[in-house]
């Protein structure tokens, strides 16, 4: 069957591009120039009505349906297809004061005000009425309409209130927690709640884990991230059966976040959409976010299952939400845009369409800047809408990574979770510093959840898996056993689903498989380091490794600076079966890093394409193998391939000119 992205851009004639349209802050005559420059800057694709329940509804019962019936058919005839948001992510105020109970309340018990957007509860049963009215109208009023191309649900759930303490949440809770528990033994077991007189003797007594005088209850606070996150899927799920059923045919996305969203789990939402989506912004702080958007484009692919993706947003140049919003260089636009169909985007779309005037954003960059079209941000949005449609012929085709990087948002919640060995271990910051030394390597991987079929891949990296259930590590073993390459990060295998360490040294689950036990975590403090028997240094973290099994590929060097676990093992290597399992037990440096990752790769058979500086990744399918080619260099590069350039590019006998800090794409020949 075809995929329904495929079927979007065979609709709209390639590959999708355009942004967020906002036009209820513009008037009529600018919607004209709108859909006119729209055209100009090869626009066929725009999300309307994110923002729009306040127009939309403007009483309760009560629905104007005036300017989204005139914008949608301006759009349509301008040849524009809509991506129809539902307006759920901003309850109109109205709304608030009929039901001051929906709004969000803190964990130090302090209810929000309205007056920004997502100022709800999520699990208000108001809520739940009003928004389930409002998609019912809109999916009623649109189902027909020949421009709706896709839905767009709600707005980045749990962007800005998935962590909601109020009273009807606590309800939700107890509800929630019945259903997983059953019994309070089992969930007094699984929370550890002999410890600190915490046990529970009836359901009313539980309660969120809200501020209170030292720490919380961990497997309070991580069942709590669970059922939060839960508590946003239910209302997309409501949200998606009404489209589906008074509007089939039509597909259904919502814009995930990547890793810029912590407290909603990506792969539980991802199966809920027909195609999936996401938002992807730079951190201007980070010189290193160019890696970053290939990681957070690597995963947007693992929530797609591997299937083609769309970019929902992105900036075209500076955000408004960090303390110094830096603008994007001349080609840096052009140079993110085609990173994300590298890596599996079939649609490329911005936060917004034109930039606004008045409101909270109206400092954030667009496709159409204040200074309109005489500037260099309008020149590049116009250059790359030329771009992509002549790269139209590339829509469907997938990439498979080599490696697999685990990826896992319950496990980002415990490792980050209070009274740890070490608050240095940040999940992020350790999936990053793996994630740089395979892409420095150009080994592009797939980003999945522990329990993925590990079959389709090579090697197999786990930056850390300090919650992990037993099945996923069943899943481990036997991808290494039958022949599989991995490595894993420190404070891994320890903890079982509920948070309990499992008995008897660590890294519990993983002691066979890595061929390895620790009798002792030691971690550094701020600023210590251990010296590397191959001369680096590692940070953070230290492990007392006894090899069972395994044997030491790098030690911690057997002085005084080899730290508290000094002349021990650092990185292991263990046969296991037909394939092999390396353990870090410590945050190596980059190149010592970026070098266990070669030699795993080089066991793994994988042979990176291009040379280091230019970031390569392929795209094939039946149509042909395109190889991606983006220069990170200040020099131009020429790498060895076979082809025919598309866009400009200069491929000759030699290979392909990449200039510096350009992009080329080849359409490769044997
Ligand atoms: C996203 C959001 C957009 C806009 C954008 C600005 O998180 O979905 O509506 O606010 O950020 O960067």
Redesign the pocket.
Known sequence: MTHPLTALNQRLGGIGYGG?YNPEQWSREVWREDVRLMREAGVNLVTVG??SWSRVQPRPGAYDWELLDEVLDLLHAHGIAVDLATPTAAPPPWFTKLHPDALPVTASGTRLAHGSRQVFCPSSPAYAEAADAVVTALAKRYADHPAVALWHVH??WG?HNALCYCDTSAAAFRTWLRDRYTTLDALNSAWGTDFWSQRYGDWDEIDPPRDTTAFRNPGQELDYRRFSSDALLTRHHAETALLRRLAPGIPVTT?L?GT?EKKADGYAFAPACDLVSV?H?LTAADPDGHIDLALNADLARGMAGGAPWLLM?H?TSA???QPVNVAKHPGELRRNSLTHLARGADGIMF??WRQSTAGA?KW?SAMLPHAGTDSRIWREVSALGAELSALSEVTGTRVQGDVALLFDWPNWWALELQARPSDRLRYLDVVRDWYAALWALNLTCDLVPPGADLTPYRAVVAPNLYLLADQDAANLDGYVRQGGHLAVGCFSGVADTQDRVRPGGYPGALRDVLGLRVDEYLPLRPGQSALLDDGTLAHDWAERVEPRGCSAVLRFADTPDGGPAAGGPAVTRHAHGRGSARYVATRPSAPTLRELMRTLADEAGVRPVAPEGVEAVRRTGPQGSYLFLVNHTADDVTVPVRGTGLLDAKVTDTGALVPAGGVVVVREHE
């Open positions: 967020d994110v923002f707005n980045e962007n814009n976040m810029l938002d912004y947003e900036s955000v408004n939400w936060f917004q954003e954030h």
